[in-house]
């Protein structure tokens, strides 16, 4: 069984300051993780994922997220916020094998302070 | 062009009245899936297809069902819609065979089709 936990479903930060959305995961096998970002009115899109080949993983937009394996997390950053990222953030995770479907968060809400 | 096509993007519809959602994608996947999108709910799998013959229920199927018309096409519907099921509907799509080349079953989402039952 999988499940992800996303702590805070809103989060504000100031124009220019570091972007920290949490993830914390649980699965009883090795996974693949997932960040999706939602924009207004618009599906889910990839932001990033993490497949094993590297712990750091780059996405989009200036995102990364760091896969830490001893505290079952995988923290989206930004280091400068931008109006832009305004948006819904959802974490997923998945076994990296086999037919299992994504298990998604229940979203984090960011919103940018000018 | 979008690769995951849903229609309509915005319907209201009255208690009762059967409304169908279709999907359709261009990406040459076999596997499709329909969610719901609750505020504070995050994603709720309702069908899911691994290809045209295989369909299986999700989190919270009852009141919908689909049909897989072709690999391409998965359409969702409320036979007698009701208020609580007002909500945004996504379609998605991903490859199969995860580990092989490369794939990780990722999602492929449609830009969704907010649905309104008064």
């Known amino acids: 069984a999988q499940s992800v936990t996303q702590l805070g479903s809103h989060v504000s930060v100031s124009e220019g300051a570091l972007v920290l959305l949490r993830c914390n995961y649980s699965?009883?096998?090795?996974?693949?993780l997932f960040w999706y970002v939602q924009y207004p009115n618009q599906g889910l899109q990839l932001l990033l994922k993490?497949?094993?080949?590297?712990?750091l993983v780059k996405g989009i937009n200036g995102f990364e997220a760091e896969f830490k394996k001893s505290e079952t997390s995988f923290h989206l950053t930004k280091p400068s916020a931008h109006m832009s990222d305004a948006a819904e953030y959802f974490c997923?995770?998945?076994?990296?094998?086999?037919?299992?479907?994504?298990?998604f968060g229940t979203g984090t809400r960011l919103t940018i302070i000018p | 062009d979008a690769d995951v096509t849903q229609t309509p993007r915005n319907r209201i519809t009255k208690t009762g009245k059967r409304i169908m959602l279709e999907c359709s994608q261009t990406?040459?996947?076999?596997?499709m899936y329909w969610y719901r999108q609750d505020p504070g709910l995050g994603l709720q799998l309702i069908y899911y297809?691994?290809?045209?013959?295989?369909?299986n229920k999700g989190e919270i199927s009852d009141g919908y069902s689909v049909s897989r018309q072709a690999q391409a096409k998965f359409s969702l519907s409320l036979e007698s819609a009701i208020p609580n099921q007002t909500a945004l509907y996504f379609c998605?799509?991903?490859?199969?065979?995860?580990?092989?080349?490369?794939?990780?079953?990722?999602?492929?989402f449609g830009e969704g089709s907010r649905l309104t039952v008064l």
């Open positions: 998605a799509t991903s490859a199969s065979g995860v580990q092989r080349e490369g794939n990780t079953g990722e999602l492929f």
């Open positions: 699965s009883s096998v090795p996974p693949y």
């Open positions: 993490y497949t094993s080949a590297a712990t």
């Open positions: 997923a995770v998945r076994p990296n094998f086999g037919n299992e479907k994504l298990t």
């Open positions: 990406k040459g996947h076999d596997r």
């Open positions: 297809s691994f290809d045209v013959k295989d369909i």
